[in-house]
């Protein structure tokens, strides 16, 4: 099997790391790459200000603990966001100063309201439109999935 180069080697400005698995070659290339290190930091960043934009809240309450609904709202955003560029749970938990289930579990609730909250979805969109505009990467399955939901209305 092979190992991942050492990290000293790679461009200190993009670092991805793709998933091994063993299985046949059409099996890896299938698999995702994940974007990490000073490259996710700053796609972490632009998020996190878009979000703090659209959704009028202080930085100070983005890294509290409080758990008001606009407040959680906002840092599921940042979380679904995150997790479409794409960047690992464990990375995620890291960025927003919690674990990785705490990042799973607010992608989780961000996929329901994705699909159930047209508000959100919309600010969401607005947020992916304004990023996707000043730069920021997004996996080919986040702009088909905005694409896709252009239209909707929710159920």
């Not at 996710?40 to 934009?53: H, P, Q, V, Y």
């Not at 990785?100 to 992608?107: D, H, Q, R, V």
């Amino acid at each position: 099997m092979d190992s991942i180069a050492h990290l000293e080697d790679l461009s200190p400005d993009i670092l991805i790391l793709r998933r091994r698995v063993n299985a046949p070659t059409e099996q890896v290339k299938r698999t995702r790459p994940f974007v990490y290190g000073q490259a996710a930091e700053c796609c972490f960043e632009a998020i996190r200000t878009s979000a703090l934009t659209h959704f009028q809240i202080s930085q100070e309450d983005f890294n509290s603990r409080r758990h008001t609904q606009r407040v959680m709202r906002q840092r599921q955003a940042s979380v679904f966001l995150l997790r479409l560029i794409p960047i690992s749970f464990p990375v995620i938990g890291e960025l927003i100063s919690r674990d990785y289930t705490t990042a799973l579990g607010s992608y989780q609730r961000a996929e329901g309201l994705f699909r159930c909250d047209q508000e959100w979805r919309v600010a969401t969109a607005a947020m992916f439109k304004s990023l996707t505009n000043a730069g920021v990467a997004f996996s080919e399955e986040a702009h088909s999935r905005f694409a896709d939901n252009a239209g909707s209305r929710g159920p």
